[in-house]
């Protein structure tokens, strides 16, 4: 372990204006408190790039990871297609604020929310009991969703109350399957159509995987070609990202680290179909510290992409979130009140054998990239903990 915070020392210090001791000695703690198989971590400060990796691939392969090694990223697939959304409206392929019913097939119907009348009913009895009675509104026209309520999860729409998974990016992971991988696209919405909204669309946050995934069907729909196709056309290549994919080659297998429980037993990666879009990409500290790069220092042709892309949205609540948190689309955005105060901009994710993390802080032209090949690792908290640290 010696040797690996070293080895880090000497990686920090090229980058400028960067003390490496504290984060050697949080890195230390983070080591010792967690025993990943395999973890990347990239820290981005002024267009320069500072990669550390420790652990192995795997119990066959004892190598050490690298900035090419994969991971699974779960949630954090999720600014991948808000970022594709905002590419294909600048391109005036897709308007995000138009009812995503106007690009989907007649024989797809998106989920509608028909507004609801609500009375309070007092019911006999010692003591009185008062409820309230809602039944629906039929006065008032059902409400599609917009592309704008999906990418930032102000849809109404359930995370995935379909028996595939419950958890969220925010708080501790609590798996129960992986993702069906025979569900279609009819079937999706389907079981959405059927599941109660959490809010009237446009009015609240409730994350939801099943909200992105629709997302990236509508696109899908809207341009006639594959969500990977779209993605690798109008995000990968053109940020010269190398290894982000849904689905990986045999070469990229070789190199994708072995997934672990929060207990440390090994896993299966998971394979995503329809929810792809929301939690399916694979992908390396270097692909992410690539992109984290053109949300720090946009050209000219991304500008307005990444402008709106981190533009705060609407309220968050949860109740392990430490700072005062906003959504954008795909992102979130925090108050980080110390060492000094910032906003960052960041999201995670995690998968049965994995957990990620990316953020930076525009102002201070700091990132963070961690990636682990361990479920509930606490990447989040690392991520964070190193953003607060470099100045």
Not at 30 to 48: E, L, M, T
Not at 380 to 389: A, E, R, V
Request: glycine share 6%; with cysteine.
């Amino acid at each position: 372990m010696k040797k690996m915070l070293l080895s880090l020392t000497a990686a920090l210090l090229l980058l400028p204006g960067l003390a490496a001791q504290p984060l050697n000695e949080r890195l230390q703690e983070f080591a010792d408190a967690q025993r990943p198989s395999a973890v990347s971590i990239a820290i981005i400060k002024d267009g320069q790039v500072a990669y550390h990796h420790f652990g192995q691939l795997s119990k066959a392969d004892r190598s050490t990871p690298d900035e090419h090694t994969l991971y699974e990223i779960g949630a954090l697939s999720s600014v991948f297609t808000t970022t594709l959304m905002l590419r294909l409206a600048d391109e005036d392929l897709f308007n995000p604020e138009r009812e995503i019913n106007a690009y989907l097939p007649d024989s797809l119907s998106p989920p509608r929310f028909q507004p609801q009348r609500c009375a309070e009913v007092v019911l006999p009895g010692n003591p009185v009991r008062r409820i309230m009675s809602c039944s629906n509104d039929r006065s008032r026209a059902s409400v599609c969703i917009t592309g704008c309520d999906l990418a930032s999860h102000v849809s109404g729409l359930p995370n995935s109350g379909l028996g595939l998974y419950d958890w969220h990016p925010i708080g501790k992971a609590a798996f129960l399957t992986g993702p069906n991988t025979r569900l279609s696209n009819a079937e999706l919405l389907q079981q959405l159509g059927e599941a109660p909204f959490k809010s009237e669309p446009g009015h609240s946050y409730h994350f939801s995987n099943a909200g992105i995934a629709l997302l990236g069907m509508t696109m899908e729909s809207a341009i006639n070609q594959r969500y990977e196709d779209l993605l690798h056309q109008h995000i990968i290549r053109p940020l010269g990202l190398q290894d982000t994919k849904v689905d990986i080659s045999a070469e990229q297998r070789t190199r994708l680290a072995e997934g672990h429980t929060n207990r440390g037993r090994r896993t299966d990666s998971w394979h995503f179909k329809t929810l792809a879009p929301a939690a399916g990409l694979k992908s390396t500290t270097a692909d992410l510290a690539n992109m984290l790069k053109t949300y720090l220092n946009p050209d000219k042709a991304w500008e307005n992409t990444i402008l709106e892309a981190q533009q705060a949205r609407a309220d968050v609540s949860f109740p392990t979130l430490e700072y005062s948190t906003q959504a954008a689309y795909g992102w979130l955005v925090s108050y980080l009140p110390e060492p000094q105060p910032r906003l960052a901009v960041w999201m995670n994710g995690g998968t049965a054998g994995y957990s990620a993390f990316a953020g930076f802080v525009k102002d201070e032209q700091i990132g963070v990239v961690v990636l682990t090949a361990q479920a509930g690792a606490e990447a989040t908290q690392l991520g964070m903990d190193i953003l607060k640290l470099l100045d």
